[in-house]
């Protein structure tokens, strides 16, 4: 019976994701949810509370998911060096394999009218922020990079990344280019992680 239960949220939280991301938050009812999982609105409520606690859980599902990766490579016994390249690997390749996603994320947090489930979903993404931030500052303090602005370090990383994801027409001139064909993902995927190691190692490690 527990694994019912378990099942029943897991296809609320997948047919939230999908419809989101088809509709956009303000496109979608708990109705349609339901419908779309084969839940009723009870068990939504039960389980999320509402439409904003279904959508906080996927993003913090996501962040949690991301947040593991970060602590396995800060742990690894690697350069500083290493463990920002492997950061921006996992950071492109979780952005580029579910580009729906994070545009649909990137829509609903660049919006203003819902500024308490914004706060919420900031606070999960602060933990692997200070991952990041921690990686670049040890390479800082044992020498390895230069004494740089951390925080606009990561912006500039994660900003490139959206901003392909977003407009990719203003890295590809090629006009049939398809995000979502593997081919043509897997050529920006490639082009986007070489671009920001080599970005990133230049900066700071160049000594100026």
Not at 12 to 33: H, M, V, W
Not at 88 to 110: C, P
Not at 123 to 150: C, P, W, Y
Request: net charge positive; charged share 25%; aromatic share 6%.
């Amino acid at each position: 019976m527990k694994t019912e239960k378990v099942d029943k949220k897991q296809a609320i939280l997948d047919a939230a994701e999908k419809l989101f991301c088809e509709t956009g938050y303000e496109g979608t009812s708990t109705r349609q949810i339901a419908k779309e999982s084969g839940a009723n609105m009870a068990m939504i409520n039960y389980y999320f509370g509402s439409k904003e606690g279904v959508f906080v859980e996927i993003m913090n599902e996501r962040i949690a998911g991301f947040a593991s990766q970060l602590k396995i490579i800060n742990e690894d016994k690697i350069s500083a060096l290493e463990k920002l390249h492997k950061v921006i690997e996992g950071y492109v390749n979780r952005i580029m394999n579910n580009t729906a996603f994070h545009k649909m994320m990137h829509r609903e947090l660049s919006l203003t009218q819902r500024p308490e489930m914004y706060d919420k979903i900031k606070d999960a993404m602060s933990h692997n922020m200070q991952l990041i931030d921690r990686i670049i500052t040890d390479g800082i303090e044992d020498g390895t990079f230069n004494k740089v602005d951390v925080r606009m370090v990561i912006a500039t990383i994660m900003g490139t990344i959206t901003n392909i994801v977003i407009a990719p027409h203003k890295v590809i001139s090629c006009s049939n280019f398809d995000l979502n064909n593997p081919k043509d993902k897997k050529i920006i995927k490639e082009r986007a992680i070489a671009h920001l190691q080599d970005l990133t190692t230049v900066y700071l490690t160049t000594k100026r």
